[in-house]
């Protein structure tokens, strides 16, 4: 068979889908590194037909079998394999909860579970495709790691560091193309778990993800310039240093593309109270019902609680 | 002393060093592990499983998963026999002092992976399997699947992988005592025809009497000839077998006997159950 010419995605000028550049970067190193496998209950991504056609012997088709899947790469882990298993947020999350419960968390196995299109990323397909609540479900597990980038840059570190050190860790990607806020200036630092994008005076937005990004590109242009805001991709386990960041402000505000129940801005206010801080906070998530209904991910933010101009006003 | 013959002396060893354990402390499942018991002795003392004594991390042993995880207490004095760990562990079962538990999890030595939810263990040997299969290394893994276990759909995830991936290395032994929580699997929601089921998933299939030692070391010698499908061997066995009014009881899933019961069940435990 010809090969095919591929996009390098890590060096695309373009900004890419982080799918892509998140195989792509996963790629590179299974490239080197024979241990390294990648599992799909069959999402596809035009990086990932490289890697299968270049290290079949790497990649696994799990099947439409997201519980399987889950129990597959703990055995593969027990055979000293790095595994990342890759699917739509909802399906390798909820679907197979209990397999990650006792295969992975339980036998506490370094599994990366990979969701992609988390919170309204599959805007236009509906709840079976929405994760409004996959916060709340995962950060119970006592051993996993949390982590939500915002742009690609930061999500190339945290793969780079998975490889380097493989744990049990849920990547949360997310669908859509966003602009790049991490660079030289403006440096990620995973172990730290959070970046203080905006040093504001009496309030701070705490986010992570679409919306942080979001924020951050309302609130550059924005004339309220004292409104700090801080990027807390690691909401599982939270930094102890993150308390001295967050001491400084009278009041906090946490933006999620979550139900509140549980979620993001629980961890924070969980944070706060292990810690016997005392702080006027306001969470901001999305409305809890289930929607169906057309219009696109921004559509459904405004109108279910997250017209982020609305609340940058509010604030 | 012929080798069957020291087999069926492993076989009366095993059910009362059970059931000493289970009745010091009121915790397991005797019934249960009473039924697999030939097949876990074929596996240990018929030269099917690979093993090192006194090695339970010897990096290329074969791996066995106790699926039905209730009953994986059932190897513990096996464990001991091959040296894994002391010999006093297993009077210290169930208790805060020991290191073993009912169900069987990845901290004691032996146990492969943690059981107890069922039908995880089939996708995790699934990786064992393919992992083994992909560094070309000759591993096998070892599978006691409980007639329960096939109720979930995850088993039947798992039993498609593993013969489209050619896992001729997996082995699953199903305990086929027919029984499950509230009655016979044929009066709760029917099971058969189960050799079938498993065949057109791709598997090889052996139908054996699971307390005969000639008829399940045939089936498991077969499966170690690889033939590019896994091979599933339905063990037919009785739950209990062995304590006469325990023997295709329902209630004794998770029933403790009582003084007089147990008298009665050392008794029996004295003879010979099987031939």
Redesign the interface.
């Known amino acids: 068979m010809k090969k095919r010419n591929y996009l390098d995605f890590s060096i695309s000028k373009n900004t890419p889908y982080m799918r892509d550049v998140f195989i792509d970067e996963v790629y590179f190193a299974a490239k080197k590194n024979k241990d390294i496998y990648f599992t799909t209950p069959d999402m596809g991504a035009p990086s990932l037909d490289k890697f299968r056609e270049e290290i079949p012997s790497q990649f696994i088709h799990s099947g439409i079998c997201e519980q399987h899947m889950i129990s597959m790469a703990a055995g593969l882990t027990l055979m000293n394999k790095t595994i990342f298993c890759y699917a739509m947020a909802p399906f390798i999350t909820s679907r197979c909860y209990e397999q990650i419960k006792c295969s992975v968390a339980a036998m506490d196995r370094p599994v990366c579970l990979v969701g992609i299109g988390v919170g309204l990323g599959y805007a236009d397909a509906g709840p079976t495709h929405y994760t409004t609540e996959d916060i709340a479900t995962m950060r119970v597990f006592p051993n996993i790691e949390i982590v939500t980038p915002s742009d690609v840059t930061s999500m190339k570190v945290i793969i780079k560091d998975i490889i380097k050190k493989p744990r049990f860790l849920f990547l949360r990607l997310d669908r859509d193309v966003m602009s790049d806020i991490y660079n030289k200036n403006i440096k990620f630092d995973l172990k730290k778990g959070f970046t203080n994008l905006i040093n504001g005076k009496k309030k701070c937005i705490i986010s992570c993800g679409f919306l942080l990004n979001k924020i951050y590109q309302k609130l550059k242009i924005s004339n309220k310039k004292d409104i700090g805001l801080i990027d807390l991709y690691k909401v599982k386990p939270i930094n102890k240093s993150f308390l001295k960041e967050i001491k400084k402000y009278d009041e906090i505000i946490t933006v999620e593309e979550q139900w509140t129940d549980g979620g993001f801005g629980s961890a924070v206010l969980e944070f706060l109270n292990i810690n016997q801080i005392s702080k006027k906070i306001k969470r901001y998530g999305l409305e809890k019902k289930y929607y169906f209904e057309n219009g696109g991910r921004n559509y459904l933010h405004n109108k279910f609680g997250l017209n982020i101009d609305k609340i940058i006003k509010d604030i | 002393m012929s080798n069957k013959k020291f087999l069926i002396n492993k076989s009366k060893w095993l059910r009362k060093e059970i059931f000493e354990m289970v009745v010091k402390v009121n915790q397991g499942h005797i019934a249960s592990s009473f039924s697999q018991v030939e097949i876990v002795i074929s596996l240990f003392y018929g030269s099917i499983l690979r093993y090192k004594r006194n090695n339970p991390k010897y990096k290329d042993r074969d791996r066995l998963i106790i699926s039905k995880g209730h009953s994986a207490m059932g190897i513990y004095p096996i464990l001991a026999d091959i040296g894994y760990f002391s010999k006093k562990e297993l009077k210290k079962y169930g208790t805060p002092q020991g290191i073993l538990r009912i169900y069987g ?2 901290s004691i030595p032996g146990i ?3 059981s ?2 069922l039908s ?9 399997c ?3 299969k ?2 070309k290394k000759d591993i096998k893994s070892f599978l006691v699947l409980s007639d329960g276990e096939h109720y979930e ?2 088993l039947w ?2 039993a ?2 593993a013969s ?1 991936n050619n896992l001729d290395n997996l082995i699953c032994i199903i305990d086929r005592n027919k029984q499950i929580i509230l009655g016979k699997d044929s009066e709760c929601l029917n099971l058969e025809p189960l050799g079938e089921k498993w065949k057109s998933f791709g598997w090889n299939v052996h139908d054996v009497d699971g307390h005969d030692y000639d008829d399940l070391l045939y089936a498991l010698e077969k499966s170690l000839i690889p033939n590019g499908k896994p091979t599933a061997i339905i063990a037919n066995t009785v739950k209990g077998k062995g304590v006469s009014f325990m023997e295709d009881v329902t209630r004794w899933h998770n029933t403790m006997p009582n003084s007089s019961q147990i008298k009665i069940a050392r008794k029996d435990l004295e003879k010979n159950t099987i031939k």
């Open positions: 999890d990845k492969d992976a943690t107890g939810s995880q263990a089939p996708g995790i040997a699934c990786g064992f393919l992992a083994a992909r560094d759909g995850s995830e798992s498609m992988f489209h």
